[in-house]
């Protein structure tokens, strides 16, 4: 009696690896060939809220991501703040140790 021997972990990474980039080839081909649409988007002077643009944009370059965009949620770590009517709000701050 002949035992099949399991394929090793390197050979069914290699084969999950290979099957996933051909995936990746083929779905790049199916992009780049789909039409470009293109979008007009409002002028910087219709914008609101710039000073808050410019404090999420400082959060993000410390470290803060964006995981949402309606309502725009920022992540780093633990710590959550979100967007509510041209306010960052942080639902993690605890009531009981404010002022």
């Known amino acids: 009696m002949i035992k099949k ?7 069914v990474h290699r084969k999950r690896l290979l099957a996933m980039q051909a995936r990746l080839a083929k779905a790049r081909i199916e992009i780049s060939e789909a039409p470009i649409e293109e979008v007009e988007l ?7 809220f ?8 400082t959060m993000v370059d410390h470290g803060w991501r964006i995981i949402s965009r309606e309502p725009i949620t920022l992540k780093r770590g633990t710590q959550t703040c979100f967007v509510r009517q041209g306010m960052l709000i942080s639902p993690d701050l605890d009531s ?3 002022g």
């Open 50 to 57: 710039h000073l808050l643009r410019a404090h999420i944009d």
């Open 5 to 11: 021997r399991a394929a090793s972990t390197s050979d």
């Open 42 to 48: 409002a002028p910087i002077d219709q914008r609101e």
């Open 96 to 98: 009981s140790k404010a």
